[in-house]
């Protein structure tokens, strides 16, 4: 991934998704990694993220939440995407979230490549343009990330 853009491909996001709850949601976008081959086991990979979130949850506020894991499972680093039809409380904190970021890290990524991945999520979803075109995305080709 480069340093300053956010390429997130299409198949690898989920619109109007039903899931409701941090679990589920998760679930989605592992499955949906998995199906476009980017992870070899999604029960290590959710495993993985899960061991994160207990740590320190990621949601981080303005209806935005970014798990994250790191594992020898994942065969190509990449950000998955879910927006959700309704918002849930995200496990961990009493935050409302709909807009959640999956990040997939393959275990041994040069140096710190993951940390400036996420990082540069995370100012992306500091943009007041770049939230705006979030929320007021109504399908998948409003959205925008490169």
């Given amino acids: 991934m480069e340093d300053e853009q956010i390429i997130i491909d299409k198949q690898?996001?989920?619109f109007?998704?039903?899931?409701?709850?941090?679990?589920?949601?998760?679930?989605?976008?592992?499955?949906?990694?998995?199906?476009?081959?980017?992870?070899?086991?999604?029960?290590?990979?959710?495993?993985?993220?899960?061991?994160?979130?207990?740590e320190i949850p990621t949601s981080i506020g303005n209806g935005i939440a970014i798990p994250h894991g790191k594992s020898d499972v994942v065969l190509t680093s990449k950000i998955s995407l879910a927006v959700l039809k309704k918002p849930?409380?995200?496990?961990?904190?009493?935050?409302?979230?709909?807009?959640?970021?999956?990040?997939?890290i393959k275990d041994g990524d040069q140096g710190d490549n993951h940390l400036r991945t996420l990082a540069n999520l995370a100012s992306r979803l500091m943009d007041d343009e770049f939230v705006e075109m979030l929320k007021g995305a109504t399908n998948i080709n409003e959205l925008s990330f490169q």
Avoid: P, Q
């Fill in 88 to 104: 849930i409380v995200w496990d961990g904190s009493d935050d409302e979230v709909k807009y959640i970021f999956l990040l997939a």
């Fill in 12 to 14: 690898n996001i989920i």
């Fill in 16 to 54: 109007n998704s039903d899931a409701n709850s941090t679990a589920e949601v998760i679930r989605e976008l592992a499955d949906t990694l998995f199906e476009c081959g980017h992870i070899t086991d999604i029960e290590k990979f959710m495993d993985s993220v899960f061991e994160r979130e207990r």
